[in-house]
């Protein structure tokens, strides 16, 4: 059933499972839309994994659950309390799962979404907050809204300093990249090629949230002359593009890539850079297009630039995952992030 045929139903579950909030104040979030500030603040649904993730990161006693289940080798990664809640499904984004009647008996505070501000996602939102009583914020997942959103969410849930504390640590990494990137000459600046999926021919066209990271680096996004989200490419393609470096998600094409002759002709290949990309407990280049990818941006510039970043990567991953994700990880769980492992 769909949210529009929903909302006869829902309807009349609202005034019965639907929380009793006290609005304190009003807040207007990134898309401009006023959300009433519940004064208790102890159930967070997120209506996507950016949401997740990012809420974890800040207040995660109140975190309801998780999009998707979090696996046995994330899980090591994570504050065990939080990353056994359950899986909830996605409110908005492909595939979701999780239907109205559903939302309101699990009771939240707030509905929190972060990722596009477009008018598809505020229409969804609005509806939703309307169907529902429940305040439903939007915030703005673009990469470099990161800080200016984590702001505003901490004033959301009352978590005010340790927003600030989280938003400024981002500020600094974006700073010093972008100083550093900034004075490479364009000539001197690799060819990247972004390579997803078993046959590493699915790949982000220009301004793609894909490669977002890959671009604020500097890297030349050989697929970026066309603008757009994934596409998929012939290898042909990939040859005529001849890139210096190809960076991907898949640990399958990243294994079998270097034994197979139909790319052995490719530069990247052949000069053996190509790099697996770490994903535990998320992805530091693809998805979920969240806060996960601020240590993607060391590591990139150890591949693209080695000489302009010279950070021990096992003692700044160590620091990142301590203080955004509730868990110091050892030297052998730092490795297996390293390695690309899943």
Same mark, same amino acid.
């Given at each position: 059933?769909?949210?529009?045929?929903?909302?006869?139903?829902?309807?009349?579950?609202?005034?019965?499972?639907?929380?009793?909030?006290?609005?304190?104040?009003?807040l207007?979030?990134a898309?401009?839309?006023?959300?009433?500030?519940?004064?208790?603040?102890?159930?967070? !649904?997120?209506?996507?994994?950016?949401?997740?993730?990012?809420?974890?990161?800040?207040?995660?006693?109140?975190?309801?659950?998780?999009?998707?289940?979090?696996?046995?080798?994330?899980?090591?990664?994570?504050?065990?309390?939080?990353?056994?809640? =359950?899986?909830?499904?996605?409110?908005t984004?492909?595939?979701?799962?999780?239907?109205?009647?559903?939302?309101?008996?699990?009771?939240?505070? @707030?509905?929190?979404?972060?990722?596009?501000?477009?008018?598809?996602?505020? #229409?969804?939102?609005?509806?939703?907050?309307?169907?529902?009583?429940?305040?439903?914020? @939007?915030?703005?997942?673009?990469?470099?809204?990161?800080?200016?959103s984590?702001?505003?969410?901490?004033?959301l849930?009352?978590?005010?300093?340790?927003?600030?504390?989280?938003?400024?640590? *981002?500020?600094?990494?974006?700073?010093? *990249?972008?100083?550093?990137?900034?004075?490479?000459?364009? #000539?001197?600046?690799?060819?990247?090629?972004?390579?997803?999926?078993?046959?590493?021919?699915?790949?982000?066209?220009?301004?793609?949230i894909n490669?977002?990271?890959? #671009?604020?680096?500097?890297?030349v996004?050989?697929?970026?002359?066309?603008?757009?989200? @994934?596409?998929?490419?012939?290898?042909?393609?990939?040859?005529?593009?001849?890139? #210096?470096?190809i960076?991907?998600?898949?640990?399958?094409?990243?294994?079998?890539?270097?034994?197979? =002759?139909?790319?052995?002709?490719?530069?990247?290949?052949?000069?053996?850079?190509?790099?697996?990309? =770490?994903?535990?407990?998320?992805?530091?280049?693809?998805? =979920?297009?969240?806060?996960?990818?601020?240590?993607?941006l060391?590591?990139?510039?150890?591949?693209?630039?080695?000489s302009?970043?010279?950070?021990?990567?096992?003692? !700044?991953?160590?620091?990142?995952?301590?203080?955004?994700?509730?868990?110091?990880?050892?030297?052998?769980?730092?490795?297996?992030?390293?390695?690309?492992?899943?």
């Open positions: 059933m769909s949210v529009n045929r929903r909302a006869a139903v829902v309807g009349g579950l609202a005034s019965i499972a639907a929380p009793h909030i006290a609005r304190a104040e009003t207007t979030d898309a401009g839309r006023a959300v009433a500030i519940p004064s208790r603040m102890e159930r967070v !649904f997120p209506a996507g994994p950016p949401a997740a993730i990012t809420h974890y990161t800040l207040q995660p006693r109140t975190l309801l659950g998780w999009p998707r289940a979090n696996r046995g080798a994330e899980l090591i990664y994570l504050d065990p309390d939080v990353a056994t809640r =359950p899986e909830l499904g996605r409110l984004g492909r595939g979701n799962t999780t239907n109205l009647e559903v939302l309101l008996q699990l009771r939240p505070d @707030l509905i929190l979404d972060i990722g596009s501000t477009a008018r598809t996602f505020v #229409e969804t939102a609005d509806r939703v907050q309307a169907q529902t009583g429940i305040p439903y914020a @939007l915030l703005d997942g673009r990469f470099e809204a990161i800080p200016a984590y702001r505003l969410h901490g004033r849930v009352g978590e005010t300093a340790r927003a600030e504390e989280l938003a400024r640590f *981002c500020e600094d990494i974006v700073a010093t *990249c972008r100083s550093r990137v900034a004075g490479v000459p364009r #000539e001197r600046r690799p060819r990247v090629y972004y390579a997803r999926g078993p046959r590493g021919l699915d790949t982000g066209l220009g301004g793609s490669v977002e990271t890959i #671009e604020f680096m500097g890297a996004n050989v697929a970026g002359g066309t603008r757009g989200g @994934l596409a998929t490419v012939s290898l042909e393609q990939v040859f005529a593009w001849d890139p #210096e470096v960076i991907t998600i898949d640990r399958e094409f990243a294994g079998a890539v270097r034994r197979d =002759p139909s790319w052995a002709g490719v530069r990247a290949v052949t000069e053996g850079r190509v790099h697996l990309s =770490p994903k535990l407990p998320f992805g530091w280049v693809d998805f =979920p297009p969240s806060v996960n990818r601020m240590p993607g060391i590591w990139l510039g150890k591949i693209l630039y080695p302009l970043f010279p950070e021990d990567l096992v003692a !700044f991953t160590r620091d990142f995952y301590a203080r955004f994700y509730h868990r110091t990880p050892n030297d052998v769980q730092i490795a297996a992030v390293l390695e690309g492992r899943e």
